[in-house]
């Protein structure tokens, strides 16, 4: 799953309106952000193979400590918990311990079957959404609009970059996820996980546009 995981932070924002978008984006997108680094450092393993699903060439056949259900149970359960200690708001920690777990979630349904339960080498699920280009492209893109809608009618723009900044946002994530699916395969794993780790720079935007930006009251 590509853009439908920032989708989730964005509808999220509803349900725990004192929570940063910038917050919500990293719980949604902690596993692939964990991932490049675990890359880098040869803790976890990938490679390219064209034609393994029609979406993306990556064969990822080991990456436990990012992306399997135990894992992701556990990062989900201490990112929670580390939320509420720093501020003390119980909706803002359950949301955002629901939003991390939700990658998991989104790409059990995106993935071929390599998704791990666990730490071992045991068994791996996956219902394969990525072998359709159309139903990749439909079920991303209807996540990723729903939940753009219910940010824009959950908050208000306070200036213009809390408006401008917004659209150019979501153009950016939009070309970005157009670009994965359609662009060429990536040369080798190290550029991937070198561009993998540019997410970090995003979620600074993120905050910045999310500053400007205020709960609408009902």
């Given at each position: 799953?590509?853009?439908?995981?920032?989708?989730?932070?964005?509808?999220?924002?509803?349900?725990?309106?004192?929570?940063?978008?910038?917050?919500?984006?990293?719980?949604?997108?902690?596993?692939?952000?964990?991932?490049?680094?675990?890359?880098?450092?040869?803790?976890?393993?990938?490679?390219?193979?064209?034609?393994?699903?029609?979406?993306?060439?990556?064969?990822?056949?080991?990456?436990?400590?990012?992306?399997?259900?135990?894992?992701?149970?556990?990062?989900?359960?201490?990112?929670?918990?580390?939320?509420?200690?720093?501020?003390?708001?119980?909706?803002?920690?359950?949301?955002?311990?629901?939003?991390?777990?939700?990658?998991?979630?989104?790409?059990?349904?995106?993935?071929?079957?390599?998704?791990?339960?666990?730490?071992?080498?045991?068994?791996?699920?996956?219902?394969?959404?990525?072998?359709?280009?159309?139903?990749?492209?439909?079920?991303?893109?209807?996540?990723?609009?729903?939940?753009?809608?219910?940010?824009?009618?959950?908050?208000?723009?306070?200036?213009?970059?809390?408006?401008?900044?917004?659209?150019?946002?979501?153009?950016?994530?939009?070309?970005?996820?157009?670009?994965?699916?359609l662009g060429p395969p990536p040369?080798?794993?190290?550029?991937?996980?070198?561009?993998?780790?540019?997410?970090?720079?995003?979620?600074?935007?993120?905050?910045?546009?999310?500053?400007?930006?205020?709960?609408?009251?009902?």
């Amino acid at each position: 799953m590509f853009i439908g995981h920032f989708a989730v932070a964005f509808a999220a924002k509803k349900a725990a309106p004192q929570t940063s978008l910038g917050t919500l984006f990293i719980a949604v997108q902690w596993a692939d952000m964990l991932w490049p680094v675990f890359l880098l450092l040869g803790v976890e393993h990938a490679r390219i193979e064209p034609g393994i699903t029609v979406v993306t060439p990556l064969d990822l056949y080991d990456y436990p400590f990012s992306h399997s259900l135990l894992a992701l149970f556990l990062w989900s359960a201490g990112f929670g918990a580390l939320y509420f200690f720093l501020r003390k708001y119980k909706q803002g920690a359950i949301v955002a311990g629901l939003c991390m777990f939700s990658h998991w979630i989104l790409d059990f349904i995106t993935h071929k079957p390599d998704m791990p339960l666990g730490f071992g080498d045991g068994t791996k699920v996956g219902l394969g959404l990525w072998n359709s280009l159309s139903g990749t492209v439909i079920v991303e893109a209807a996540l990723f609009i729903a939940g753009v809608v219910l940010y824009v009618r959950s908050t208000k723009a306070k200036d213009r970059v809390g408006n401008y900044g917004l659209w150019a946002l979501v153009a950016f994530l939009a070309a970005m996820f157009a670009a994965n699916i359609l662009g060429p395969p990536p040369p080798n794993m190290d550029v991937v996980a070198i561009a993998g780790n540019a997410g970090w720079l995003l979620v600074l935007w993120v905050y910045w546009v999310d500053r400007h930006r205020q709960a609408v009251v009902r």
